[in-house]
């Protein structure tokens, strides 16, 4: 019962956690949106609860010393500013930490007196909410009768006169302007520190196309510096996010359960799969004709169960990509660099089996992206690029594959100084480097201890990272591939399987042992004669539609004899991340539905020629190739 508990208390953490990352970089972002403190304060004072009653008193120390300063912010008692957002984003680092512990079997313990001291030098340094005169305007915009594109003409006004002060009031509403649900005018209340804007606005409201007049009525209040909640209409940011929020829970109809469950079932179904093989081999002996009939209709609710199986394995890449905006301003600043982080695509989804293992790859990737590849402001300033660099982060699905790029800006790859730094490493020869392509060029940086970093950090430079990103991505049964171009920036492209358990393979022979190779790797299979092969630096190559590749014997590759023919020889044409090539081998068995099964630690050596292994329908286990081993 205990563990049962810790285990819901660890997984309500970790959303509560997540809630409170994203609702600080909201608020830093505009720090006028004090409605989202009642999100955060609400987050810590549940952690709170949770973390009294499961006894773990430090992290319960540290959220209530939490919950005063932001209920003290939350009743408009001082005024919020950047440097509390710092501290409270220093307390959630901590809960991280502790959480962390938790989950590794600790006790949670972490001294926390040193930053609830800084959280009551908070309160007692803090300056009063206070109280102002402040300008406030009515201003009524009327568009022409003939007004194109009216919606976007009404916010190109509203923008405006968020350059100037801050909007207390629209009418009509955001969402009926966004939708042009309006006549042909619209009024806005706002304020002004100063009455000499006024006239500058105004001359700038009437030069917007189609705008036919601009009336501005003064006005004088009382409002607070922050705007208080009773005249305030909440930020377009923070408003958009609760609406999102909001509908996201109504829409919830879902429960939950645990990955191990799920992971049963398809291991149920699995072995199904492998008895249907076997009864479809024994259906096909005897050549009856209904029984065959009847299969291929299982065949069709077996798929049918495979894919809502899937499905339900599937999770939005949204709960890693989540993890980046807060580790990328902390790095950010520690730099001494503006970086944006641009997130696309976060609602892809993708096996959770394969979202538990690419969040180390992808931190790795970001990491060196901001370190590496975003220049300083300085240095951006210097060759005449904007002072905030851009880092993207984007993923869509092509074909059975998710495909994730992490893009930037930056300074690009510098292709001398990596093969330079080959060179000095004794990697390459400085004959080889003269043969290497663009794309060869750009792999050696995935060579274990390589770096470029000229300085040792606590972010990079011991030249551990890239290589274990490409040996999880290859485990994965993905692909890494990079391009750059220097002075603007670097892609670097994974490409993953939506699953790794069931997929579409093609059976072939070479020697006495059959093979399974997956299907997206194989372009065709061709049938050439011997003449057609030829011999070129001690390798066989033909050519393939005006393309020299490399032909490969699969029986010799392990040691079988194999009569491939006289004349001809049968080639399965292959693509994998680096190149394409000609396996020869015996016969082409079947096209087959496979259950990929990992081989285990005790076969690591093979790994390097097979991705995992699958039984067949005769019970006889099948070796699946690595195309990128060849």
Known sequence: MQEEMISIFLEESQEHLQALNDNLLLLEKDLSAIELIDDIFRSAHTFKGMAATMEFHQMANLTHAMENVLDEIRQEKINLTAEMIDTVFECV????KIISDIQQGGTGYFEVGHIVSKLEAVLHNAVPFRVQ???????????????????IRAIMCIDKVKEYGDILELSPSIEKIEGEEFECEFSIVFTLTEEKYIDELHKELANITDVEDVQIISGEKEIDVNR?????????????????????????KSIRVQLEKIEQLMNIFEESVVERGKIEEIAQHMKDKDLMEHLNRLGDISK??????????????????????????????????????????????????????????????????????????????????????????????????????????????????????????????????????????????FRPGFSTAEVVSDISGRGVGLDVVKTTITKLGGTLTVSSE??????????????????????????????????????????????????????????????????????????????LGTTETLLLVVKNTKRMYGLAIHSVIARREIVLKSLGDFFADSSVYFSGATILGDGRVVLVLNPDAF
């Open 133 to 151: 005169k402040c300008l406030t305007k009515m201003m009524k915009v009327t568009f022409a009768a003939s007004v194109q594109l009216k919606s």
């Open 304 to 445: 049918e169960i495979q894919n809502n199986l899937l499905s339900m394995r599937m999770v939005p890449i949204e709960t890693v990509f989540s993890r980046y905006p807060k580790m990328v301003r902390t790095l950010a600043k520690d730099l001494g660099k503006e970086i944006d982080l641009v997130i696309l695509g976060e609602d892809t989804e993708v096996d959770k089996i394969v979202i538990d293992k690419i969040n180390d790859p992808l931190v790795h990737l970001i990491r060196n992206a901001v370190d590496h590849g975003v220049e300083t402001v300085a240095e951006r300033k210097a060759v005449g690029k904007s002072e905030t660099g851009t880092v993207r982060l984007e993923a869509f699905h092509s074909g059975n594959n998710v495909v994730i790029q992490i893009s930037e800006d930056g300074r690009g790859i510098n292709k001398e100084g990596v093969m330079k730094k080959a060179i000095k490493k004794n990697i390459l020869s400085e004959s080889d480097t003269l043969k290497l392509s663009e794309h060869e060029i750009y792999d050696l940086i």
């Open 486 to 563: 220097e002075g603007n920036g670097s892609v670097f492209r994974i490409e993953l399987p939506l699953t790794l358990s069931i997929i579409q393979a093609m059976l072939v022979r070479a020697g006495q042992t059959r093979y399974a190779i997956p299907l997206g790797n194989v372009v065709e299979a061709i049938k050439v004669d011997n003449e057609e092969i030829q011999i070129i630096n001690g390798k066989e190559v033909l050519n393939y539609r005006n393309q020299v590749i490399e032909v490969i014997t699969l029986g010799e590759v392990f040691d079988e004899d194999d009569d």
């Open 93 to 96: 680092d901590i809960l991280e």
């Open 228 to 252: 208080t909640k009773e005249t305030a209409e909440p930020s377009l940011l923070a408003n958009n996010i609760k609406q999102k929020s909001a509908s996201v829970r109504g829409e919830s």
